[in-house]
């Protein structure tokens, strides 16, 4: 098995994709949103990060975390979070004969995308397409009826119109 080296960059500014190990019809992650952000809460409090921007679907999520200066662990949190969300839930989901030897459930995809934001435009790119995630999908119309996300908040500040990603389709900032 190859080994994939990761990119860490002490104070990194990230953009991840995370799936669900069994993706399609599972709608796990809306289901029990409540579990998702506490290990998101409890992780990010013991492991500050900020999080600018993300979208909870139901099979897999999107977000962007600005790390402290001097740190590049990512990792860690992303096991924690994980670790924390499998935890809440009953162990009745199929796990491989793999899992199983090595004890682990079978809710999450042992991988994760993780890509280095690299200037202004990448990160207004990135953002855009975490908040278009739920329309891209057809799980909603506009991006303002999806309530997972940090779209409203975008919105707030101005970033956004209301209707960016629905009737307007454009960004005022």
């Known amino acids: ?4 080296l990761r990119n860490r960059t002490a104070g990194g500014l990230y953009f991840f994709t995370v799936n669900l190990a069994e993706r399609g019809e599972n709608t796990l992650l809306v289901d029990r949103v409540a579990q998702l952000r506490e290990a998101f809460r409890d992780t990010l409090k013991a492991h500050p990060a900020i999080m600018d921007a993300a979208v909870i679907l139901p099979d897999h999520l999107h977000c962007i975390w600005q790390l402290p200066p001097g740190d590049d662990g990512y990792p860690t949190r992303w096991r924690l979070i994980k670790s924390h969300f499998s935890r809440a839930l ?44 739920p329309v891209k999908h057809g799980l909603t119309a506009r991006a303002k009826d999806w309530p997972h996300s940090t779209f409203s908040r975008w919105v707030a500040r101005g970033i956004y119109t209301e209707n960016w ?3 307007e389709g454009c960004r005022s900032g």
């Open 1 to 4: 098995m190859r080994t994939y």
């Open 90 to 133: 009953a162990p009745d989901e199929y796990r491989s004969a793999s899992r199983l030897r090595k004890g682990e459930r079978g809710i999450w995809q042992r991988r994760y995308w993780e890509h280095l934001i690299r200037d202004d435009e990448d990160y207004a790119r990135h953002v855009d397409y975490i908040h278009y995630n």
């Open 165 to 167: 990603a629905g009737d």
